[in-house]
């Protein structure tokens, strides 16, 4: 019995540890009704890279209490939206110091049970301060940063397309995004996007 309490302090020290290393973005986000009554704030979002899928994936909570300067989260149905979308294997090699590419690709939206496809323009860029040396030992993703936005219709992600007392459009924008490379056990912070092929 000892050891099993041993055994779970353990656990919690190196999650604890482990969700103190990773860093959160800088999120836009708009949201419309009828596209005229518009609203404008800033969030953090947490951007993960996962080798073995070749995917970006981005967590945005709107009900973050911290971060969160936006009042309208309130009457959303659910307050995590995920965002994936599959790059191509070599997406990170071959960009140089300035240099700045914009793939178009097709990703998902994950949010209130319902997935939806989103085309996307994903933009990369090397940092200036990188000048290209990456510390094996540190995360191989820390010197890139990336640009991609997207828009949802909360109707198409609602079980009843009834009238709500919240905005009906909701923009998303990332902006120098930092890249967290995703860690064998991290995947629960993915929830169910994680395994959705």
Not at 5 to 17: P, R, S, W, Y
Not at 44 to 56: Q, R
Not at 102 to 108: A, D, E, N, S, Y
Not at 160 to 186: C, D, Q, W
Request: with cysteine; charged share 20%; net charge negative.
């Amino acid at each position: 019995m000892k050891t099993i309490a041993t055994l779970i302090c353990l656990l919690a020290f190196v999650l604890k540890g482990r969700s103190q290393d990773i860093l959160s973005s800088s999120i836009s986000i708009e949201t419309c009704m009828d596209s005229i009554d518009c609203y404008s704030g800033n969030n953090s979002g947490i951007l993960f890279y996962d080798e073995t899928k070749s995917a970006l994936y981005l967590r945005v909570n709107f009900n973050d209490e911290k971060d969160s300067i936006i009042q309208w989260y309130k009457g959303l149905p659910e307050d995590n939206l995920y965002f994936k979308v599959v790059v191509p294997p070599d997406f990170f090699k071959n960009t140089a110091l300035y240099d700045k590419k914009v793939i178009p690709l097709t990703g998902l939206i994950f949010y209130n049970g319902y997935w939806q496809p989103q085309k996307v323009d994903v933009g990369l860029f090397v940092t200036e301060s990188s000048n290209l040396v990456i510390d094996t030992k540190t995360d191989p993703y820390q010197f890139f940063k990336i640009n991609f936005a997207f828009t949802l219709l909360l109707s198409e992600f609602e079980e009843f397309h009834a009238v709500t007392e919240y905005h009906e459009i909701i923009s998303v924008g990332l902006s120098s995004g930092r890249i967290n490379e995703l860690k064998p056990g991290m995947e629960p912070l993915l929830g169910a996007a994680y395994n959705h092929e």
